[in-house]
């Protein structure tokens, strides 16, 4: 380590001293919960809870992505990682299981 010579008693470190790196405060109390409830993943969340429901409802699929609960929150690639979902695809195979089933209940009701 290198050192200044000695003035007047104080000795100075010529060492280059680095600044600690800068990493964001951490949120605590109110502020966090605030910031985590409008975070991507939480919308995405509320998004993929909400198609869910709209299917399990009877509303197709189309439908419910250009409502305007989901248009307005979501741009065009955002709507087709909704309908990637595994949660929203297996929602829709079960909503399409049931329209089957009453379809196909129906048709045997049906006096020929």
Request: hydrophobic share 45%; aromatic share 4%.
């Amino acid at each position: 380590m290198a050192v200044a010579p000695l003035h007047l008693g104080i000795r100075i470190s010529l060492r280059r001293r680095h600044p600690a790196p800068r990493t964001a405060p951490r949120r605590t109390g109110l502020a966090s919960i605030i910031g985590d409830a409008f975070s991507a993943r939480a919308v995405h969340r509320r998004l993929v809870d909400y198609v869910i429901l709209q299917v399990a409802l009877g509303r197709p699929l189309g439908a419910v992505l250009a409502d305007p609960y989901v248009v307005n929150r979501t741009q065009r690639i955002d709507r087709l990682s909704l309908v990637e979902d595994p949660r929203v695809a297996g929602a829709c195979r079960t909503s399409m299981a049931r329209c089957r089933a009453e379809a196909w209940a129906a048709r045997q009701t049906r006096p020929r």
